[in-house]
């Protein structure tokens, strides 16, 4: 089985940084794209970033220019570095692993989830 492991959510005020990592674990042959996810209460779960294995990148527009993400594939972990951080920017932010080749097969994992709040 796999499990991905968030940690670094908390509470920050706004205009403070804040980084997300999130561990894969499991018996783990290879990982495609990584991604985070948000959702604010009462709103819908949204794309906030992802990073292929590659490298490549893609934003959210609501935090392109203050969040990055990035990963380093030897620990099979990903990051999500958050500057500038805004009120808005306050919901769980989920941990998703779309394609995680284990064994013959593929599984998408979520994480747990960890709490942001941005104080004004």
């Known amino acids: 089985q796999v499990q991905l492991v968030e940690s670094g959510g908390g509470l920050v005020q706004a205009g403070g940084s804040l980084r997300l990592s999130c561990a894969a674990s499991?018996?783990?042959?290879?990982?495609?794209?990584m991604g985070w996810y948000r959702q604010a209460p009462g709103k819908q779960r949204e794309l906030v970033a992802a990073?292929?294995?590659?490298?490549?990148?893609n934003y959210a527009d609501s935090v392109k220019g203050r969040f990055t993400i990035s990963r380093d594939n030897a620990k099979n972990t990903v990051y999500l570095q958050m500057n500038s951080l805004k009120p808005e920017d306050t919901a769980v932010y989920y941990c998703?692993?779309?394609?995680?080749?284990?064994?013959?097969?593929?599984?998408?994992?979520w994480g747990q989830g960890t709490l942001v709040t941005v104080s004004s």
């Open positions: 998703n692993a779309p394609e995680i080749r284990w064994y013959d097969r593929y599984l998408e994992v």
């Open positions: 499991g018996s783990i042959f290879s990982i495609n794209a």
């Open positions: 990073i292929t294995s590659g490298g490549s990148t």
